[in-house]
């Protein structure tokens, strides 16, 4: 066997492994989001009757997560179909969701000092958007 045809094979079984790898994550994805939609119906429906601040910010924390997930899913996805390209700008998506979350459940807590990590990660973030979108996209290297 010459090169060209081992490392033919070799990107063959990459690619094959990497697909598999795709659809391992996109079920787990799934699974997680339909065990995260159990746990906060569970959730309301013991609730229901007794709601405190400490439930309802386990609720906001079920429904955040479950955005997340499907967000993450819903990156993986696209970034399947478009072969690979787009990663960062989909990445970027996908953290800054994480980072609204972070925002969000620190504000109920309270936590003063949390708040202001969180939004400084987010201003960092929206940074990062902001020249993955302008710079890496516009000049085609993603």
Known sequence: MN?????ELVHKLGRILIDVAEVIVIIFMGL????TVYVAFKDIWMELHSMTATTIQILVND??????YAEIL?????????????????LSDVIFIVAIREILVYSITGE????????FSLLIVTLVIYLIRTKIEKTGCS
Do not use: K, N, P
């Open 112 to 119: 003063s000092m949390d708040i202001l990590a969180v939004a």
């Open 32 to 35: 997680l989001i339909i065990l």
């Open 63 to 68: 429904i955040l997560m479950i955005i997340i």
């Open 3 to 7: 090169t060209e045809a081992v490392s």
């Open 74 to 90: 819903r990156s993986i996805l696209i970034i399947r179909g478009m072969g690979g390209e787009g990663f960062l700008s989909q």
